[in-house]
């Protein structure tokens, strides 16, 4: 499966972005997916998941209760709305695809977008 990231941006601190990542190739609706972020010089950290029929979710402690992730599957989209931005959420955005649902490790994912920048000013 091949994954675009979209919808990265400059956003003042206390708004809102919604990231997109589109899938193409093999069939989108049977991967659990993952939205995860990295700022240089640290390792990809996982932000939220969502299993690949849309019915469970889970998220890092740190954007519980702001971050929102969803999917359509008629769409082979994943989605991540983020709210209540902080300037420590600045960083590249990336989604990553898996068969098994439930990981938070980055090296879990077989399949990765290019990554979207989202920086958030104070």
């Known amino acids: 499966v091949q994954l675009q990231a979209s919808g990265g941006g400059l956003v003042q601190a206390g708004g809102s972005l919604r990231l997109s990542c589109k899938a193409s190739g093999s069939s989108f609706s049977i991967y659990t997916m993952g939205w995860f972020r990295q700022t240089p010089g640290t390792e990809r950290e996982f932000v939220a998941g969502i299993a690949s029929s849309g019915g469970s979710t889970y998220y890092a402690d740190s954007v519980k209760g702001r971050f929102t992730i969803s999917r359509d599957n008629a769409k082979n989209t994943v989605y991540l709305q983020m709210s209540s931005l902080k300037p420590e959420d600045t960083a590249v955005y990336y989604c990553?695809?898996?068969?098994?649902?439930?990981?938070?490790?980055?090296?879990?994912?077989?399949?990765w977008g290019q990554g979207t920048q989202v920086t958030v000013s104070s």
């Open positions: 990553g695809a898996r068969l098994v649902y439930g990981s938070r490790r980055p090296d879990d994912y077989a399949y």
